[in-house]
């Protein structure tokens, strides 16, 4: 039985090397590659990828896979070995499913319109753009028939990202949050902008900015011995295993919180990755439970702790310190209001805490229309504009800051958005529950004290990598399935604070 | 015939595909991988050069290599297909005779050879290491015999890093070479030391001496469009295809000469393999005719070009500019008599032109004599300290300055060193012939103009690639086989005049 573990153990570390090569490859695309290295850089890629997806779907690693079966059969269904044999035979299926026919179209297309995208964007060129994007739902449809019957034609695509989540639910759980949020928004604008936030839009050093919020995730515990930060034109976090998770952040000289909040946000997503267990190093589970929950761990990092008051009690002398031309006379109120000014605005990525889940809610109804056929494609625009108006209050000016701005639909990622919001969702769910378990907790944040945060989401998220479904794993940790309300409470309790609403 | 030689390229592409990853993995690790990620990336680089010899000696890759034997059979033998075909073929034909047994072995005994070399070298501990030497010689015996009959048992060696060339070969060459470089080298010494070159040992400023490394190199002619330089602590050149060609230097802050002429000797690598003609991209072509044809143009960069006068009259007045308190008052030819000081030392990477040769030809009579069985790993320390004595006039005091001094060994490079030195001839039989075809070179390279001596080296060297064996491109090139007469005639011109010989 342990032969038989380790085999399969042999046989699954091998294709997850050359994921992890691949993700070097990323990495380093992104980071230092010299321009002259993107052609050959793109192949390289595409043959890990494919020898990986070849051995993952290899008569050899289904062998050992069913033996790997047979041999956990008996164990604690909680164990490291069942949960790995799980959640690799629910990936393997997955795999096998789709025939290596439609892998082979759907990357040749993806990387046709990755490159329309590209110059369709700045360009604000969209009708170039629809024919792409129209073998990308017909590919995503025929996707979904690998997985029929299926309740709905969602389905399938969201499992990819958030496995065991159903369509409708998330359209239950989203249905009940929009009004709350546009309800809230409303009454935010209504009430007029009144925080001032230039302060933050003047020159901050590139290099103060950097050492400064390095020294901020180094205290929360990002282990620099384990990753590194470079930087990149679109932050991101990967790992090559569980001792070498690297973030990347982008410092903008004239504006202070995109770098350190990117760098807090790509931090939640590492602490999480250098939290699981040794002994899932080398297999799938290392990417934690699911996207959402993933997001969960930036979020949290970003605004739960990066974005609150107990946070900069303890941070801000130290950052008017770092920038005393620039804040010296700035109290510490006026500049947290600042980080939290409520703005609505066209882009997603720049979206503070009460529009972000707006911007998502608006992309997943859209897909869910292109994909049930109920929206052409050529029609997008408009239906964007509308839902922009309804949800956010904005007239969209250009498809550049409309229907092109994500780079999501270029590379058929239809289904990934609402992660987004699922990660706020979750975070503050599982906040609930730690300021239960650590009533002081405040007040260690406000002492810089990160340890029993860590621990407690070591102990209870990290370790655990993708062991458990994200529902499961929410459900161990919290009591109660997802639910929107702690998320809703939140936003209500920060915001009429702020903004005495 | 050409879709058959489309297959070959495509399966081949792939091998390079995974080698260019590896390569990359590689490059990484010792430059910017935080100290967590070595254990994983060991794994990774493994597998990826596992899967990489496994494609290579497939029966797949070999019916497609047939194949396109048969569709080269009535090309130019000098096309670039016919060349490809022929130099697969050969390499192909190597790996194919080694049995995978033993290549598992070899990786086992030289990953534990390598951490106890590690651990060796700085406590001077050569017994902990003799029992990993002698399994080393062991398996390199094994790897002869898989390519009996043979002239030589260290010519099947050689030959994996310098095709074509006869141990007997060599040697000759060599021990026409040693008496004159001794003599010379006693010559000098005897001469006493009158260079000073104390101005050289003060403190230079890093981020000053990087910024005038590269913008030596961009005027010579390396692309950092299709390159960069970073860090690392053993310098050394990487490519991951021609358009992506990486260079690393070691930069003292208490010895200037150190980073630049690592530098200069790096990008004359890589100058080599950014010239490379396009087509040959993706194939093992890239890597040049051989280590030693690779030697001669990092050679000739660093030594030829970079310690020549010319080139000090071009650069002296800038390097000046940048560091006036170190240089303000230094002439000229002091400054060129002191970075081409000559002092016998026991390290073979700090050595200079005049002794470099001999601590190759050192290690090159050792590993002949332990390979024929002549020489117990045991009396190795003793054998080396007197050639040590014979060559270079100097005392071992320790074996981390003496046989413990090189990784190769613990890696199970056998026959790798005679290349350092082949290059040396090769740079300076190259150079006579450019010398007649560029009559005004000095006066280029003085006037910082080296456009001309690059084409002259893309045109001869560089496009070809890995197209021709060394010696067949050397005899196109200058129409002679190798010889040490230009080597010894160019230092005999050289230190007699800077020690007035």
Redesign the interface.
């Known amino acids: 039985m342990e032969d038989q573990l380790a085999d399969f153990r042999q046989l699954l570390?091998?294709v997850y090397?050359?994921r992890?090569?691949?993700q070097?490859?990323g990495w380093?695309q992104q980071t230092?590659?010299?321009?002259?290295?993107g052609?050959?850089?793109a192949?390289?890629i595409a043959?890990?990828e494919q020898?990986s997806h070849e051995r993952f779907v290899s008569d050899e690693f289904g062998a050992a896979l069913s033996a790997a079966q047979h041999a956990v059969a008996d164990l604690d269904p909680d164990s490291d070995d069942a949960c790995l044999v799980r959640e690799v035979t629910r990936l393997h299926d997955r795999s096998v499913r789709v025939s290596s026919e439609w892998v082979g179209e759907f990357n040749h297309q993806t990387g046709l319109a990755f490159e329309a995208w590209v110059k369709a964007k700045p360009a604000a060129d969209f009708n170039s753009f629809i024919p792409h994007l129209k073998q990308i739902v017909v590919l995503r449809r025929q996707y979904a028939e690998f997985f029929a019957p299926y309740e709905h034609v969602y389905d399938p695509l969201i499992a990819e990202f958030e496995p065991g989540i159903k369509t409708l639910e998330v359209k239950a759980i989203f249905d009940d949050l929009r009004p709350t949020q546009v309800a809230l928004l409303r009454e935010i604008v209504e009430r007029g902008s009144d925080v001032n936030d230039d302060f933050l839009h003047i020159d901050y050093d590139d290099h103060q900015q950097r050492r400064f919020g390095e020294e901020v995730i180094r205290q929360i515990g990002y282990?620099?011995?384990?990753?590194?930060q470079?930087s990149a034109a679109h932050p991101f976090t990967t790992e090559?295993?569980i001792?070498?998770v690297?973030i990347t952040t982008r410092i903008k000289t004239d504006y202070m919180p995109t770098g350190l909040f990117s760098t807090m946000h790509e931090a939640g997503h590492a602490l999480y990755a250098q939290g699981v267990k040794q002994s899932l190093?080398?297999t799938p589970l290392i990417n934690g439970a699911s996207l959402g929950f993933h997001e969960s761990q930036s979020r949290m990092i970003e605004n739960l702790v990066g974005r609150s008051l107990p946070f900069w009690r303890a941070y801000y002398p130290q950052l008017q310190q770092t920038f005393p031309s620039q804040l010296g006379s700035v109290k510490l109120q006026d500049f947290y209001r600042a980080i939290n000014k409520v703005k609505p605005s066209l882009i997603r990525t720049e979206a503070d805490e009460a529009t972000y889940n707006l911007h998502v809610m608006l992309r997943f109804d859209l897909e869910i229309s292109m994909m049930r056929g109920e929206l052409e494609v050529a029609d997008l625009p408009e239906a964007w504009s509308a839902k922009m108006q309804e949800y956010l209050g904005l007239d969209v000016p250009d498809h550049t800051r409309g229907v092109l701005q994500d780079v999501h639909w270029s590379g058929g990622s239809i289904g990934y958005f609402p992660t987004y919001a699922l990660g706020n969702l979750i975070a503050a769910q599982l906040w609930e529950t730690i300021q239960s378990a650590i009533p002081d907790l405040e007040q260690q944040i406000a002492n810089k004290d990160f340890s029993t945060l860590l621990a407690w989401l070591r102990e209870n998220v990290h370790q655990h990598g993708g062991k458990f479904k994200p529902s499961d794993l929410l459900q161990r940790i919290t009591g109660q399935s997802l639910t929107a309300e702690p998320y809703t409470a939140y936003l209500r309790r920060k915001y009429a604070e702020i903004y005495q609403l």
Chains 1, 2 share one sequence.
């Open positions: 570390g091998k090397d050359l992890a090569a691949a070097l490859l380093d230092y590659m010299p321009p002259g290295g052609p050959a850089r192949q390289q043959t890990l020898l282990d620099f011995d384990r990753g590194r470079d090559f295993g001792n070498d690297r190093d080398r």
